[in-house]
């Protein structure tokens, strides 16, 4: 099955920065709405930044300011810029995508995940 791969997860302490990147095969990122989200065990997994397909970006009140979602048109990415992170910033993140690969095919779905740990 094809789905988005991220990378770019780790351990930093509080006010420290990473990058994440949400790639799949090919340009399909480069045209489709990508969502990345995070997941704390036993939590319900909630939404942190998206980017459409057109450019618009939407945010979570809770990293509003801090974090930054971008395409990248060189490596075919969506990232996303974490800078001043708080412990409370841990989770596994995860990036998920609509898009079809072929008409025929199912969407992308959720990756598998990467981990962020923030500590204080």
């Known amino acids: 099955q094809v789905r988005p791969v991220e990378s770019g997860g780790g351990s930093v302490q509080a006010g420290g920065s990473l990058r994440l990147s949400c790639a799949a095969s090919?340009?399909?990122?480069?045209?489709?709405?990508v969502t990345w989200y995070r997941q704390v065990t036993g939590k319900t997994r909630e939404l942190v930044a998206g980017?459409?397909?057109?450019?618009?970006?939407n945010y979570a009140d809770s990293v509003k300011g801090r974090f930054t979602i971008s395409r990248d048109s060189a490596k075919n990415t969506v990232d996303l810029q974490m800078n001043s992170l708080e412990p409370e910033d841990t989770a596994v993140y995860y990036c998920?995508?609509?898009?079809?690969?072929?008409?025929?095919?199912?969407?992308?779905?959720w990756g598998l995940g990467t981990q962020v740990t923030v500590s204080s």
């Open positions: 998920y995508s609509s898009a079809r690969p072929c008409i025929e095919c199912p969407p992308l779905g």
């Open positions: 980017i459409s397909g057109a450019g618009s970006t």
């Open positions: 090919g340009r399909i990122l480069s045209r489709s709405d």
